[in-house]
């Protein structure tokens, strides 16, 4: 899932941004590929603490892994009742967010205003 101010965020100039949004929505079209928009509109949620990846593995004797950064360091959780609270938190962004049909017309629009 992608936060909506990241679609905004002036960084690398105009055709670094339209490069960027084209690819996103070629790879939206991809099988095994499930690309979400949070809109501002969503208001709060958990990644506004910071971002955040969770690994699920096919093997049920692999456990999830959340990995994430700061500045200056990275971080990977494996213990379950941590990664917990934060596949909880995925799950409650991708409920809050866009569906990936609604994402793919807001990806087309930005594209359209760079």
């Given at each position: 899932g992608l936060e909506e101010t990241v679609l905004r965020r002036p960084i690398g100039?105009?055709?670094v941004m339209r490069g960027q949004l084209q690819y996103l929505i070629e790879c939206a079209a991809r099988p095994g590929i499930t690309i979400?928009?949070?809109?501002?509109?969503?208001?709060w949620h958990p990644a506004m603490y910071g971002m955040f990846?969770?690994?699920r593995f096919p093997d049920d004797t692999l456990p999830?892994?959340?990995y994430s950064?700061?500045?200056t360091s990275a971080y990977y959780l494996n213990k379950p009742?941590?990664?917990?609270?934060?596949?909880?938190a995925l799950d409650q962004m991708a409920a809050q967010a866009a569906t990936p049909d609604q994402t793919l017309t807001i990806l087309r629009e930005t594209l359209k205003e760079h």
């Open positions: 100039g105009p055709q979400q928009v949070l809109p501002f509109a969503a208001g990846n969770v690994f999830d892994v959340v950064e700061a500045l009742e941590e990664t917990t609270q934060y596949a909880q």
